[in-house]
């Protein structure tokens, strides 16, 4: 998931596997592998530059919100803004 987000920032700054290897002083292979998930475990260090060098952020995807909670939820588009209630009791 992450090498998914890390092809899409480096696609939307227009820079190829090479550039970013000048950039960042990354080997474009060890791009590649992260990339396409083959090289997860890349030091904290030199992912940082490799952000840098591509101008991206990563974010963690949304943590799932348990059942007992989703009632308490406020979603965006609703009207009122009032909390979603099961009305199905």
Do not use: C, Y
């Not at 890390?6 to 696609?11: D, G």
């Not at 791009?31 to 060098?53: H, T, V």
């Not at 101008?55 to 059942?67: C, F």
């Amino acid at each position: 998931m992450i090498g998914a987000q890390v092809r899409a920032a480096r696609l939307h700054a227009s820079l190829t596997q090479r550039q970013v290897e000048d950039l960042a002083g990354i080997d474009q292979t060890s791009i590649s592998r992260l990339e396409n998930g083959k090289r997860p475990n890349m030091p904290l260090g030199r992912f940082a530059d490799l952000l840098i060098a591509i101008d991206a952020e990563i974010r963690p995807a949304e943590p799932p919100i348990p059942a007992w909670m989703a009632q308490l939820v406020v979603r965006d588009g609703d009207p009122d803004g009032s909390p979603a209630v099961d009305q199905s009791e």
